[in-house]
């Protein structure tokens, strides 16, 4: 149904997309945006699976037109989170990939925000993804491009307790699936999109990443691409597709809690 998307998560490999003014070159794609990234990109919709963080940054998704997160028995809760947002999307998550049987079992999350946001564009049906800032690893001393600066990757957990999975202490991951050897971070999560690779394409726009499931390129070369091929899509007719093609396989209640058909 739909050609092509961009994914763009946080590492720091993106902080190169940025020195190439990529938020003005994406403006009129399909981009999704993981966590933090709807504020520097205009985003087709944004994505989280992470309950605390629909919680701690309510206050600015309330003014995005897209929200899909993972369902999460918190959310519903308000001695714990906040009001519904009207635009937001649950969907059920899975430990395993199950390709198009996500949309009856649940959505392959692994811990990582971007292997459910993945799972759900393949389940869309679109042809061609870039993942963007999927680097999985620390680049030039930083997991996420924007450590360091005020306000961005601060939560707070169930108990009032603050929480940071950004960058390394005592050379640890703070985010915990980071520290799997590279060999098995890429044999027990990521290659179970290789039978995938058959139908789509899917490129990892990330030279130094961990990843190796998917074939890398680098900014110039992704940027010609979009540059050759360049879209004009009017995005609130976009997302009125995407939500027609999520009632085709779910069903839904008044608060948008997704269920099976």
């Known amino acids: 149904m739909f050609k092509r998307c961009i994914i763009i998560g946080s590492g720091n490999s993106l902080t190169e997309g940025f020195e190439k003014n990529l938020p003005k070159l994406l403006q ?5 945006t993981i966590n933090e990234e709807f504020r520097f990109f205009k985003s087709t919709l944004t994505t989280f699976v992470d309950w605390t963080f629909y919680k701690c940054r309510y206050n600015l998704l309330k003014y995005h037109p897209m929200v899909v997160g993972r369902w999460d028995h918190h959310i519903k809760n308000k001695e714990y989170c906040c009001e519904i947002l009207p635009q937001l999307i649950l969907l059920p998550s899975c430990s395993k990939y199950l390709g198009q049987d996500s949309w009856k079992k649940g959505f392959y999350t692994g811990k990582l925000s971007g292997l459910f946001t993945l799972t759900f564009a393949i389940a869309l049906g679109f042809e061609k993804i870039f993942l963007l800032g999927f680097d999985c690893k620390s680049i030039n001393g930083k997991t996420h491009h924007y450590e360091g600066i005020s306000g961005f990757g601060q939560f707070v957990e169930e108990n009032g307790k603050p929480r940071n999975r950004m960058g390394k202490k005592n050379g640890i991951y703070n985010t915990g699936i980071f520290n799997k050897k590279k060999k098995d971070f890429n044999q027990d999560i990521w290659d179970n999109y290789k039978p995938e690779l058959e139908k789509i394409q899917i490129y ?7 990843i190796d499931t998917f074939p890398k390129i680098t900014y110039d070369d992704f940027i010609v691409k979009i540059k050759e091929n360049s879209s004009n899509i009017n995005q609130d007719l976009i997302r009125k597709e995407i939500k027609k093609h999520i009632i085709k396989h779910v069903q839904f209640d008044k608060n948008n809690y997704y269920f099976n058909n």
């Open 28 to 32: 009129n794609e399909i981009v999704f």
């Open 204 to 210: 990892n726009v990330s030279s130094d990443s961990i």
